[in-house]
């Protein structure tokens, strides 16, 4: 049978390349054993809804367990209406009993009971009237909030002591989040800050994202059933590029699979993936979207935003920072700390911050090219200082986040630059105090360095010059742009104060200075 990569819902095994549950979760079924009560948590769409339902199907297959994926969403309309969200999760729970379970295994009419009480007694009576132990996987648990989170919980921690022959041997509790990170306040912006009610966890375990090997895994499946070959070189770039998040994973590769190189003799290279994940930031499917939508966040944006200009985090929440590693937006790296999860992500963040101000920009030729399309640097120069000097200003207030305004006006220009066959690649870091900047179009290779002049501090040159050297030696290049936008106060208008001129680099390299 013929099977693709997925990017949509849980995978199913017959139709989607996957891999398997225990590879990836590997102390589920001692935990299970056991009659453990535990958490997964993991951003969205690194398969959690994929493994427990496979993992289910693996337990009721066995013949020890009843075991189902359920999910609470259906009660996250009703945060302080705990009596209808009840009812509402036990529909939803019958239901998918009944779709995923042998007929002899689906649960009885759930009782009548009081509000408050429904999910405990319906339990218990399924577990009664069944001939195996019970194990219940309830999915979207954090959709959950305030009185319904507390009450299901609560529920679930009275059960928890007639466990295995009065109560399910196992619940897990599956999302986005940790316990303790569910939201119970009017409006979800504290946290229940405990695991009680549901101090009867033993384990909370994530879900990673792939390894190198799990990458090499699933794309070696494509070439066992089809002969088409990734070189080595490509699975090891579409790990780089995605840093084995799931969903960017499986995007790839179903875009070269099934548009870029339809045809199963023609091998998978890293030309073909940079083309797929171009495309893929172009397009910014519904996993892109959903993370950029979360960029106008307050809490998001008091972290992305320093990011950005390579500046020191503020005093933030440690919850703040907690929930972009849940969403999966940032990681934690040992040596360079708090960063943008994979360079997928860091190319789409910016992009999206200054999708106005590329809007905004109007018609601008692109005079840049020579008659045989060739990017000329000295020309692209002399067009942005007139474009900067014009347009700067203005398209300041066009951008989501103010203190990095210049950034993304720049960036929007460079947009339309790269619009007719080029690319950009950008780095950042906290603490680095810079962005840096790759702009390729055919041969030419123009890199560059954006440094903020801000009040009360030393003119950023002789860094600058220092850290775009190191840049430029690694892209082997000779020459460079070192951009300073100066935002003190009680300065000239840009327009009058835009100037370039060329310095030597502590290298010896040509530097091209913008000052604006």
Not at 104 to 115: G, K, R, T
Not at 224 to 234: E, K, M, S
Not at 347 to 355: G, N, R, S, T
Request: net charge negative; charged share 20%; hydrophobic share 40%.
């Amino acid at each position: 049978m013929t099977k693709w990569f997925n990017t949509a819902g849980p995978c199913k095994p017959n139709i989607h390349y996957t891999l398997p549950t225990s590879q990836r979760l590997p102390e589920l079924k001692r935990l299970i054993e056991q009659e453990n009560y535990f958490v997964i948590h993991a951003p969205r769409q690194t398969g959690k809804t994929t493994a427990m339902l496979t993992l289910a199907q693996e337990l009721t297959a066995s013949g020890k367990y009843t075991a189902v994926m359920v999910s609470a969403e259906v009660g996250s309309p009703f945060p302080n209406q705990p009596e209808i969200a009840e009812q509402a999760i036990l529909g939803a729970w019958r239901e998918a009993a009944r779709f995923w379970l042998p007929k002899e295994l689906e649960p009885p009419v759930w009782p009548n009971a009081l509000p408050g009480q429904r999910i405990n007694t319906a339990l218990t009576a399924w577990v009664e009237t069944s001939v195996r132990p019970l194990v219940v996987f309830i999915d979207e648990i954090d959709s959950l909030q305030n009185q319904t989170l507390i009450t299901v919980l609560r529920q679930l921690r009275d059960g928890f002591p007639r466990r295995p022959q009065g109560f399910p041997q196992c619940v897990a509790l599956i999302g986005m989040r940790d316990v303790r990170d569910y939201k119970v306040a009017s409006g979800g912006s504290d946290r229940l800050n405990t695991s009680s009610p549901f101090n009867i966890k033993v384990r909370s375990l994530t879900l990673s994202n792939f390894t190198l090997e799990e990458v090499k895994s699933l794309y070696e499946q494509h070439t066992a059933a089809t002969g088409q070959i990734f070189t080595h070189q490509a699975i090891n770039h579409a790990y780089d590029l995605t840093q084995g998040q799931p969903w960017l994973v499986n995007a790839l590769a179903k875009e070269v699979t099934e548009y870029l190189a339809e045809d199963v003799n023609i091998p998978i290279t890293v030309d073909l993936i940079n083309q797929a994940k171009d495309i893929l930031i172009q397009r910014q499917d519904t996993h892109l979207d959903s993370l950029a939508e979360r960029l106008r966040e307050d809490r998001v944006k008091a972290i992305i935003q320093p990011m950005l200009a390579g500046e020191e985090l503020p005093d933030v929440p440690n919850d703040d920072i907690r929930f972009l590693l849940d969403l999966g937006l940032c990681r934690y790296h040992p040596i360079r700390g708090l960063e943008i999860a994979n360079p997928i992500y860091r190319e789409v963040l910016p992009k999206v911050l200054a999708y106005t101000p590329i809007m905004s920009l109007g018609v601008i030729e692109p005079e840049w090219l020579s008659t045989s399309g060739e990017l000329i640097p000295e020309k692209l120069l002399d067009l942005f200082l007139d474009f900067w000097r014009q347009h700067g200003e203005p398209l300041f207030k066009s951008t989501p986040y103010p203190e990095i305004a210049p950034h993304l006006v720049l960036m929007a220009f460079l947009h339309r630059v790269v619009n007719g066959g080029g690319s950009l690649e950008r780095e950042y870091a906290i603490g680095s105090g810079r962005m840096d900047i790759c702009l390729r179009y055919g041969d030419v290779v123009l890199g560059m360095e954006l440094k903020v002049w801000k009040q009360g501090k030393a003119d950023p040159l002789p860094k600058g010059l220092i850290q775009l050297d190191k840049y430029l030696s690694g892209l082997n290049l000779d020459t460079g742009w070192l951009i300073i936008f100066d935002r003190r106060p009680n300065l000239p208008p840009i327009s009058d104060r835009t100037s370039t001129e060329i310095t030597l680099s502590p290298q010896g390299r040509n530097i091209t200075v913008i000052r604006g």
